[in-house]
């Protein structure tokens, strides 16, 4: 039977998962968390076998957490679920130590697939990962000198959220954000937000490219 823990600040989705996982016969969800804090707290002191954690959540992000668990226990195993495919956020959740990635599109048939993977000490990227990833050629070469945390607010910042929305998804000061920011951009020799953009679409980095 594979254990099944789910992080996710939306109940008609997190329910949603839970009746879908529940239905199937070697699969228990074994708890469900609003916020990353009761999450960090139940999961370090009893991992289950794979955890379905969503990326955007109010107190904390998905990565953060997974980072800070994965620290705890270098043998956690999580399927990060984000509206983003962007190869730099595909990548970012792979360096914070996801086994699977999947994206908000996926089907059911895909989550269930996915869990069961992970579950047998596999790894698991849906098709929009697994497409930006082949598709990038030279991409996370390009952004070797970010760290996951800059990987994160770079893709957010070329996708057009303001330094404001994302110190508030990503639970950060606004001043921490600008420091990242200015950060990015003396690593990849770009002076502005707009030259980050051209810097994402020389490289194929957006969605949809």
């Not at 990326?55 to 668990?69: F, I, Y």
């Not at 914070?96 to 996926?106: D, I, N, Q, V």
């Not at 990962?129 to 990987?151: D, N, W």
């Amino acid at each position: 039977m594979i254990a099944v823990a789910l992080v996710d600040d939306h109940v008609v989705v997190r329910s949603g998962f839970a009746q879908l996982l529940n239905l199937e016969p070697d699969i228990e969800v074994v708890g469900q968390y609003s916020a990353a804090a009761p999450a960090w707290t139940a999961l370090t002191k009893s991992a289950p076998d794979v955890t379905v954690l969503d990326v955007a959540m109010p107190d904390e992000s998905g990565l953060s957490l997974l980072k800070r668990l994965r620290q705890h226990n270098p043998k956690f195993r999580a399927i990060i679920l984000s509206i983003y495919d962007t190869t730099a956020f595909v990548q970012s959740a792979l360096d914070a130590g996801a086994c699977g990635y999947l994206t908000k599109r996926c089907g059911p048939e895909e989550l269930v697939q996915a869990v069961r993977t992970i579950g047998m000490g596999g790894h698991y990227l849906c098709t929009d990962a697994f497409r930006a990833l082949r598709h990038a050629g030279q991409p996370s070469k390009a952004l070797v000198s970010l760290t996951p945390r800059e990987c994160e607010i770079f893709t957010l910042l070329v996708k057009g959220e303001s330094v404001r929305h994302i110190a508030e998804f990503l639970q950060l000061s606004h001043k921490t954000v600008h420091v990242h920011r200015a950060n990015i951009l003396g690593k990849l020799q770009c002076e502005s937000t707009v030259d980050l953009v051209h810097f994402a679409l020389e490289h194929q980095l957006l969605a949809g490219q």
